[in-house]
């Protein structure tokens, strides 16, 4: 075949050919990105054993902060304990700007085993305390600093700021986007529902909501949980349960650095 019928031939098929082409090479140079970040991500995550440029007052072992990270400044002043988990994007601030001496006392201390979710935000300038096993959903923010705004004569952003420590008890859970404001003391085992704004004191094993947050269930001794719960408890695990069965149940490596039985 040849003359005009051959090249109408062959066009579509030059044309499904360099289609075939295009999409393959899609799909290969998409793979082939995909592998780089997750290379550039393993080798960027920060770790006691591989700091990278930060000069934390503390990082625990077995903690790790994800890349990417988001602000870090003044890290001396910032202390984290053991089997942390800190995402990528979360912004870690000690004081107004980097390269301040802020003495000896840390200004943010994260304990052991707690959790920051995504793109949180914890901006120290006094002090900022989590307890131990605190997690906290993504875009979390806690600061421990305030702006006045009672002299109408400056702009707000010029008037000195007020500072309040922050506590946040062992154990507790900050829900997504939810805001921690200065001078708040949370208790042990809280509850903050998504979306909260939370100021003050909140009493141990409760649960706060709103904005501002009000307490919508507390547990006591005398009363248990009230109001009472709607929903039957999760069925706990049954005794004897070895941890390679619990590993293999949860999909996790237990395990502590070292390689020591969870």
Known sequence: MDGADGYRVRMPLAAGLLAAVRARTRRVTGRAVHRG???????????????????FGE???????????????NEGSIRIGPFCIIAEQVTLSAGFLPGLDLGPDPVITIGGGCVI??????VGHQSIVLGDDVWFGPNVYVSDQAHEYRDTT?????????NEPVEIG???WIGTGAVILPGARLGRNVVVAAGSVVRGEVPDFSVVAGAPAKVVRRFTEEEGWQPPFRN???????????????????????????GAEA
Not at 117 to 122: A, I, Q
Not at 154 to 162: D, E, T, V
Request: hydrophobic letters at 35%; one cysteine or more.
């Open 37 to 55: 970040w997750r290379w550039v991500r393993e080798r960027g995550a920060v770790t006691c054993e591989s700091p990278g440029p930060y000069r």
């Open 59 to 73: 990082l625990g072992a077995g903690s790790t902060l994800a890349f990417p990270t988001g602000t870090i400044f």
């Open 117 to 122: 979710g995504r793109g949180s935000h914890l």
């Open 154 to 162: 400056l702009p707000i952003g010029k008037q000195w700021p007020r």
């Open 170 to 172: 062992a154990g507790s």
């Open 232 to 258: 039957p408890a999760p069925t706990p695990l049954p005794d004897g349960v070895t941890a390679e069965q619990l590993r293999a149940l949860v999909g996790w490596d237990l395990r502590p650095p070292g």
